[in-house]
């Protein structure tokens, strides 16, 4: 079951703790897609709620397998107040090219019409082929919102086209594949949604500075570190439950298990993720 008490001190945390100011709900690593429409308008308002005046940003992804659903789940977030929602590709029936990918998208977005409007692009779990590139071509005419894109990929040359053919548009483009960040801010991303950031953000945080600064030896030494911590658990297993049993180990907020059909992370697992990511030195001596 959802635990709404918790989110007031996951806010805190994320902010003192982490300095992470902005929030993606309802996304992969919160299991939207495995809640019901209810349960997600609840962890939404809640979000919403405890994040004023404490957070920046609220993304609410209003994604679903069905049309209806979707736009349901856009005009709630609209009326609470979200920042910004983001709707991913629909994975069963699935779109077969861009115009149809658009039509489904424009009819979301424009149940929320005062809302900025990202796609969620992830095609390792959608298995949806049409690269961002190809969709963004005139997107603003079919959907005005259109504020930018979640890039959950691995494919650097898709997303280096996108950012050089938008570069007027002024679009978002925000990098979700967290080992790899630092290779897209070098092509151009200028934010990053991930499961990592909920524990590892401040050392994120530290590495972006060094980006800007640039001091790219000491980027890369955060960057190759997280890649150190994701490399070995990835190797074990790892996924939304192990990210839920890593973020309350090191929060110390009860994240919960998992809804089936995932499977609670393993003592093992959390012994020995626990073990390495103590082991890592930071370069700012943490």
Request: net charge negative; charged share 20%; hydrophobic share 45%.
């Amino acid at each position: 079951q959802i635990n709404l008490s918790v989110i007031r001190q996951y806010v805190d945390y994320l902010v003192s703790e982490q300095n992470v100011k902005n929030v993606f709900v309802n996304g992969t690593t919160g299991e939207g897609l495995s809640l019901s429409t209810q349960e997600r308008k609840q962890l939404a308002e809640e979000w919403v709620c405890q994040g004023k005046d404490k957070l920046d940003h609220v993304i609410i992804h209003v994604g679903a397998l069905s049309l209806t659903e979707s736009q349901e789940l856009a005009r709630h977030a609209a009326a609470i107040g979200a920042s910004g929602i983001a709707v991913i590709a629909p994975f069963f029936f699935k779109p077969t090219n861009k115009d149809e990918l658009i039509a489904f998208l424009q009819k979301v977005a424009s149940e929320a019409p005062a809302v900025p409007f990202y796609y969620y692009h992830i095609p390792p779990l959608t298995g949806l082929k049409i690269r961002v590139e190809e969709l963004l071509d005139g997107i603003k005419e079919w959907i005005p919102t259109f504020q930018g894109v979640k890039f959950s990929d691995t494919d650097l040359l898709d997303l280096a086209q996108c950012i050089n053919k938008n570069e007027r548009e002024q679009f978002a483009f925000l990098y979700g594949v967290d080992e790899q960040l630092l290779s897209a801010l070098a092509i151009g991303v200028n934010g990053a949604v991930g499961s990592t950031y909920n524990y590892l953000g401040r050392k994120t945080n530290l590495m972006l500075q060094a980006f800007v600064k640039p001091d790219l030896a000491l980027a890369r030494k955060y960057q190759f570190l997280t890649g150190e911590f994701l490399n070995f658990v990835i190797k074990l297993g790892f996924g939304v439950a192990q990210t839920k049993a890593v973020m309350t180990f090191v929060s110390g907020i009860p994240m919960g298990p998992p809804r089936l059909p995932l499977v609670d992370a393993s003592e093992e697992f959390i012994v020995k993720a626990k073990a390495k990511l103590d082991s890592i030195v930071w370069p700012d001596g943490d």
